[in-house]
């Protein structure tokens, strides 16, 4: 018995150099750019802090005065939630209430003022199993750029759903003029941050985006991670401590900047003040190169 197929509607594969080998990635439209924001992209391990430090990060470069974007990337929709104090419907969400005519919509119907201005946008994704995480991105800025937010933006930041970088969850790195990485100081964390370096030196190759730095995080030591910097070519551009504040920020839906003002509090708030400016100011690339797997588990341990 034949069987005919018809062929999804997946966004077109790049014809020219592949970003990797043995996999097809996605290609967003050439054409649809960010503009002349600073673009950030936060990875890392699932689970380990990537919407805190995105969402604290942008307050913090809201407080240099900065106007700030931030982009989650997630289909649990949660990046934004602690600048808007509500889970905010995705652009998937609305764009199928207007049969995905994107015209349709207005930008109070995707965009959301957050806390001291930020402005916030829930990308999410596609329903499990179907679909295409960079499909969802490409949109996500594609109808920001039709409603010309991103013309008055300073600051963009993608958090980016956990350790799964594939070709389309690796997307945001196609705008990203930095990749930064949230790991703690465990080999888990290190190992998916091995794998996010292979990816954005992927990237590199076809697109401005290039390696930032480490933030460590929930931290007491880096020696961890300290060592596989060392081998890898990386640095630690900010540390935060495993703060019992920081996991009562989440749930009482509130960045740092709002939790009171306990002297190690404050530490925090002040590193993260520090970060945003160093970003701002400028980072310099790093041409860091990925441990094998064996080396990995090699290298990182107790004597």
Not at 64 to 88: A, E, Y
Not at 111 to 124: K, P, T
Not at 157 to 179: K, M, N, S, T, W
Not at 181 to 191: H, K, R, T, Y
């Amino acid at each position: 018995m034949s069987v005919t197929t018809t062929p999804l509607p997946f966004p077109s594969v790049r014809t020219r150099r592949a970003d990797g080998e043995g996999s097809l990635q996605v290609a967003l439209d050439p054409d649809v750019r960010i503009g002349n924001a600073r673009v950030f992209a936060v990875y890392g391990k699932g689970g380990i802090g990537k919407s805190t430090t995105s969402s604290n990060l942008s307050v913090a470069f809201s407080k240099l005065g900065k106007r700030v974007l931030q982009i989650g990337c997630d289909p649990k929709h949660d990046s934004t939630f602690t600048l808007t104090k509500r889970l905010m419907p995705t652009v998937i969400d609305v764009l199928e209430t207007v049969d995905f005519h994107s015209e349709e919509l207005r930008i109070e119907d995707f965009v959301w003022e957050g806390y001291n201005g930020v402005m916030c946008v829930e990308a999410g994704g596609p329903p499990a199993g179907t679909g295409c995480g960079g499909y969802v991105v490409g949109q996500t800025v594609k109808l920001l750029k039709e409603h010309h937010l991103l013309e008055d933006t300073d600051v963009v930041i993608f958090d980016v759903l956990g350790d799964v970088v594939c070709g389309g969850f690796a997307a945001p790195l196609q705008h990203a003029e930095r990749a930064l990485i949230v790991a703690a100081n465990d080999f888990d964390s290190i190992f998916a941050m091995n794998r996010i370096v292979q990816a954005i030196g992927a990237k590199s190759r076809n697109y401005g985006v290039r390696l930032g730095g480490v933030i460590a995080n929930r931290s007491a030591g880096t020696d961890q991670i300290d060592r596989f910097n060392e081998r890898a070519g990386l640095r630690t551009l900010a540390r935060f401590p495993d703060l019992d504040v920081i996991r009562r920020s989440r749930l009482a839906k509130s960045t740092l900047f709002e939790m009171g003002d306990a002297p190690e509090l404050l530490a925090v708030q002040q590193e993260y003040l520090r970060l945003a400016d160093a970003l701002w100011r400028g980072v310099d690339p790093l041409p860091a190169v990925p441990l094998k797997d064996r080396e990995i588990f090699d290298l990182l341990g107790f004597d």
